[in-house]
């Protein structure tokens, strides 16, 4: 594809489920970039991937989420036991290589935690 | 710490009226400051970075580290210039992560 795809684009689910939120990096780009934006606030970063090691996963805000990239491609974005708090849109970006280049964003998921 | 303030959440302005987009920010290196815009149904979009020194769309920012300061400015505003503007700052980690401003919805009027 030519750019950043995400799915899926919308997400209900009860609180305590689980859910999986994907990102496919525009192909060849070795960095990826998960960001979370609530209602109202600008992004927090969450954790970033080089290949498929993620040597920054300081934004991660508790231990039910986590993400995986394999491939050095598709990445997920795991949130167990969901809560009310976990809603919002979750971005994925990618860029060419790690370091200050341009990245390129995904058109998000919107997670609703009801 | 790291962090990006914007001032504004909102700036309504005429038509061919100026504009300046407020950004301060707080770090104790040397950032990379960056102008991302989003468009409405639009994805988050690159609009300008301060080490191009370019002129995007007629917009212009420069990076003053004396008053940690990086405004983006156009002399005269358009209609399609209306979009949701952040301005975010990358530190010397040199990993790309990006540090968001809030965002400053601006509203073009005709």
């Known amino acids: 594809g030519a750019g950043v795809s995400q799915s899926p684009s919308n997400k209900v689910t009860e609180k305590g489920k689980d859910v999986e939120l994907r990102c496919d990096p525009i192909s060849g780009h070795t960095a990826l970039y998960w960001y979370r934006q609530r209602l109202g606030q600008g992004l927090e970063f969450l954790i970033y991937?080089?290949?498929?090691?993620?040597?920054?996963k300081s934004g991660l805000p508790s231990d039910r989420f986590s993400a995986e990239r394999t491939g050095e491609s598709v990445s997920t974005l795991t949130i167990q036991r969901t809560q009310q708090e976990d809603s919002a849109v979750y971005l994925c970006?990618?860029?060419?290589?790690?370091?200050?280049?341009?990245?390129?964003f995904g058109q998000g998921t919107r997670l609703t935690v009801v | 710490a790291q962090r990006v303030t914007q001032p504004e959440k909102l700036l309504s302005v005429f038509k061919g009226a100026p504009v300046e987009l407020k950004c301060n920010y707080s770090y104790s290196g040397s950032p990379e400051l960056f102008w991302y815009v989003q468009y409405s149904r639009q994805r988050l979009q690159l609009l300008l970075r301060?080490?191009s020194r370019e002129s995007i769309k007629g917009f212009t920012a420069d990076l003053n580290k004396g008053e940690t300061s990086f405004h983006l400015k156009k002399p005269f505003a358009q209609e399609e210039d209306s979009a949701m503007y952040y301005c975010a700052l990358s530190g010397s980690s040199n990993t790309g992560k990006l540090i968001f401003g809030q965002g400053t919805t601006l509203q073009v009027k005709p």
């Open positions: 301060h080490i």
């Open positions: 991937f080089q290949g498929n090691s993620a040597p920054d």
């Open positions: 970006a990618s860029s060419l290589y790690t370091g200050n280049t341009e990245a390129f």
